[in-house]
């Protein structure tokens, strides 16, 4: 029987994370939150992770950076949260190798689902 995958929570909404945080460990996962940055960043150096979902509670440049310095071959799989309005943001973060940007407000169903 395979592991249950960890997913990390990064910078998301109490009310958001919480509800998540519940979808995802109904559907087998793992899952740990770091509200800070300075947490975000002792989290990952851990290793372990199958997915990271950095949300708009960091900016977007934060978030670019824990996917350079995290992400790429043998990192964990990122998803990031932008803001609508932010579409040079997007792109950026897939550019650097983010498996996917969504925007938000997020839906708890679909995210789960990316």
């Known amino acids: 029987m395979a592991g249950r ?12 994370a919480s509800d998540l945080a ?3 460990d109904r559907r087998g996962h793992d899952v740990r939150t770091a509200r800070r940055l ?5 989290l990952l150096s851990a290793k372990g992770l199958d997915v990271v979902v950095v949300g708009d509670g960091l ?5 670019r950076d824990l996917l350079r310095t995290f992400g790429g071959q043998g990192g964990p799989a990122f998803v990031l949260i932008c803001r609508p309005t932010e579409l040079v943001d997007k ?7 983010a498996a996917d940007v969504v925007e938000s407000p997020i839906n708890v169903r ?5």
């Open 22 to 24: 519940d979808h995802l």
């Open 110 to 114: 679909e995210l789960a689902a990316r």
């Open 59 to 63: 900016t977007p440049a934060e978030g």
């Open 38 to 42: 300075w947490e975000a960043e002792s």
């Open 5 to 16: 995958s960890v997913v990390a929570l990064v910078a998301i909404a109490e009310v958001v």
């Open 91 to 97: 792109v950026l973060g897939l550019e650097l190798g």
